[in-house]
T-cell receptor, first 113, second 112 residues
Framework: QQQVKQSPQSLIVQKGGISIINCAYENTAFDYFPWYQQFPGKGPALLIAIRPDVSEKKEGRFTISFNKSAKQFSLHIMDSQPGDSATYFCAAGLGGATNKLIFGTGTLLAVQP | EAQVTQNPRYLITVTGKKLTVTCSQNMNHEYMSWYRQDPGLGLRQIYYSMNVEVTDKGDVPEGYKVSRKEKRNFPLILESPSPNQTSLYFC???????????FGDGTRLSIL
């Protein structure tokens, strides 16, 4: 119930293409869905986040699509660039006093020039 | 510069030798957490703290201890490390609910 399932495990995209990473959750109490980006040797950094009261959020080339009924959300990277090559983690948060996040298992994205 | 600082960045040690990984943040955040990152498992929360002297277990707390005596510091203690604690560890801090978690650059621990 606390798991967040992320796919694919790895992804290779050509420069200029669209990268799509998917996540699914079971616990309907989750009410915060961030995506984190991690470069080698660095800690994860928040990329974009969404609350369940909206179905889509866009920031530049990055878009989160959220389907509450299906309990799924996805990250779309438009016009993918080599500099986007990183590991991406989805997460789900419960809010409340714990500020707890449950992370997916990560997707290693490689954007080929 | 706003940051979360972890030390050491790398450590190789032996089974049973107590070690401490320090974490300090300069953003006056109330929330701090420790995670471990393992291949195929993502990031799993070890312990978290909601304020000074307030800590609680995360999903994988066995074999770890923490303390929060000051708001800025949240050390992770392995009293008797074992090889299954070999991992990449991250400290994070946050202003509160629905706010970004700011991560340190990680500590890679190898326990032989």
């Amino acid at each position: 119930q606390q798991q967040v399932k992320q796919s694919p495990q790895s992804l290779i995209v050509q420069k200029g293409g669209i990268s799509i990473i998917n996540c699914a959750y079971e616990n309907t109490a989750f009410d915060y869905f961030p995506w984190y980006q991690q470069f080698p040797g660095k800690g994860p950094a928040l990329l974009i986040a969404i609350r369940p009261d909206v179905s889509e959020k866009k920031e530049g080339r990055f878009t989160i699509s959220f389907n509450k009924s299906a309990k799924q959300f996805s990250l779309h990277i438009m016009d993918s660039q080599p500099g986007d090559s990183a590991t991406y983690f989805c997460a789900a948060g419960l809010g409340g006093a714990t500020n707890k996040l449950i992370f997916g298992t990560g997707t290693l994205l490689a954007v080929q020039p | 510069e706003a940051q979360v600082t972890q030390n050491p960045r790398y450590l190789i040690t032996v089974t049973g030798k107590k070690l401490t990984v320090t974490c300090s943040q300069n953003m006056n955040h109330e929330y701090m957490s420790w995670y471990r990152q393992d291949p195929g498992l993502g990031l799993r929360q070890i312990y978290y703290s909601m304020n000074v002297e307030v800590t609680d277990k995360g999903d994988v707390p066995e074999g770890y201890k923490v303390s929060r005596k000051e708001k800025r510091n949240f050390p992770l203690i392995l009293e008797s490390p074992s090889p299954n604690q070999t991992s990449l560890y991250f400290c994070a801090s946050s202003l509160g609910n629905y706010q970004p978690q700011h991560f340190g650059d990680g500590t890679r621990l190898s326990i032989l």
